[in-house]
């Protein structure tokens, strides 16, 4: 019997051939060294084919300029040299008939400013630190969180034209769409929060001031055209703590956010609803309820998902697209063992999330194979096509 979960859907004119996304996950798999740090390589290219078997793929957050990089060995997509490392990733996941976004990235105030030798200094929506735990400076020394600069109005038009680039890039690398990832307190989050915003301008006060920047990143990505607004997801986190983040209104902004988001005929909205990230608690949680009421296109849901929730979220018609993190480390088979109702394999250690030691928890955890004197369950055609991987 297919499940909801197995269900084609299509966004635009890519049909999806499961519910199932691959949800993005900084890994921080670039080679090490400074002219290859940023890089995608060829492991990450055998990382992204090995769970091609995901409806969609969204791969790592990647920076869209030097002003919103911050993370050692996590890729850039800011020259066609960064293009076309990326297209050797697209290539090989869509020889194996899979679908893969970029999720494009600005860390804001969650970087430092070693990362920036043109500046010297981190950006936010408002000169306000981050108050917990610590940054990383570029040679991965844990340092003190520094004050961001408040970003000038010029400084905000050239974001948005950052974004702009690194989407015309990213078409040119052969993804089939992208992410804007406004979630986990980077820079287009702390626009949206009262806790990081603290702008008296047309980007600051009211709601919708708050979401007039990322309406606007939105609005000139469709606008130029390299992706057009069906191939264009966003991601918000309303619950999630993860930054030093948490803002009292947030029950009210991010509905309105939703609400904004669906006038533009986007391919999704993919909302972290799920608290296993961290939770702030400063309002009462908002729901993937809250969103779809308010979103009228796809809905993907993310954080804590098992099999069994993600199914009843989806047959619920709460959410069209669920999305698995951390079981996609250890199972790049997920969709496969979730079709046949196999095992999946141990969790990963969180050694192995994002340092950069190359294959070692990253390519290396094995495909299910079906034991000689196993009965089959399932499926009998696909069990044989999942065992033979």
């Known amino acids: 019997m297919t499940t909801e979960m197995f269900s ?16 993005p996950m900084t890994r921080a798999r670039c080679t090490p060294g400074d002219d290859s740090n940023t890089m995608p390589n060829d492991l990450m290219v055998e990382y992204y084919a090995q769970r091609a078997g995901a409806g969609l793929i969204i791969t790592e957050a990647t920076a869209i300029s030097e002003l919103g990089y ?12 960064h293009a076309a490392a990326w297209k050797k990733v697209t290539d090989a996941v869509h020889e194996k008939n899979g679908k893969i976004y970029l999720q494009l990235w600005h860390m804001g105030r969650q970087a430092h400013s070693s990362f920036h030798p043109s500046t010297n200094y981190i950006v936010s ?63 287009i989050d702390q626009f949206l929060q009262s806790y990081t915003n603290k702008r008296t301008d047309e980007y600051g006060g009211s709601v919708e001031n708050r979401v007039r920047f990322l309406k606007e990143i939105v609005e000139a990505v469709i ?5 057009p ?46 608290t296993g990230f961290g939770a702030h608690g400063k309002c009462k949680l908002v ?19 098992s099999k069994e929730s993600g199914e009843g979220m989806l047959r619920s018609g709460v959410a069209d697209l669920v999305a698995y993190g951390r079981p996609y480390i250890s199972n790049p088979d997920l969709a496969e063992r979730f079709q046949n109702k196999l095992a999946l394999n141990p969790d990963s250690v969180y050694e192995d999330w994002w340092s950069p ?4 928890g990253y390519t290396d955890f094995p495909f299910y194979k079906q034991p000689a004197d196993a009965s089959p369950v399932g499926d009998e055609e696909n069990k044989e096509a999942v065992s033979s991987q």
């Open 223 to 227: 606008a130029d055209g390299s992706f």
């Open 287 to 305: 729901t993937a309820m809250d969103m779809k009421i308010k979103f009228k296109g796809p809905l993907m849901v993310n954080v804590g998902l």
């Open 125 to 187: 929506a408002s000169d306000v630190k981050i108050s917990t735990g610590n940054s990383k400076d570029y040679h991965g020394n844990n340092v003190e969180h520094e004050t961001p600069r408040a970003l000038t109005v010029e400084q905000i038009q050239e974001t948005i034209n950052d974004y702009v680039k690194a989407a015309r890039l990213s078409k040119e690398a052969g993804f089939d769409g992208v992410e804007i990832h406004g979630a986990n307190g980077y820079l």
């Open 229 to 274: 607004a069906i191939s264009i997801g966003v991601r918000m986190s309303p619950n999630g703590s993860f930054g030093d983040m948490g803002s009292d209104d947030n029950d009210v902004l991010f509905p309105h956010a939703a609400e904004q988001m669906s006038k533009y005929g986007l391919a999704y909205l993919h909302v972290m609803d799920g």
């Open 70 to 81: 911050g993370w050692i060995n996590a890729p850039l997509i800011t020259t066609p040299e």
């Open 357 to 360: 030691i190359g294959a070692k």
């Open 8 to 23: 084609k859907i299509s966004l635009g004119d890519v049909e999806l051939q499961n519910r199932i996304t691959m949800a």
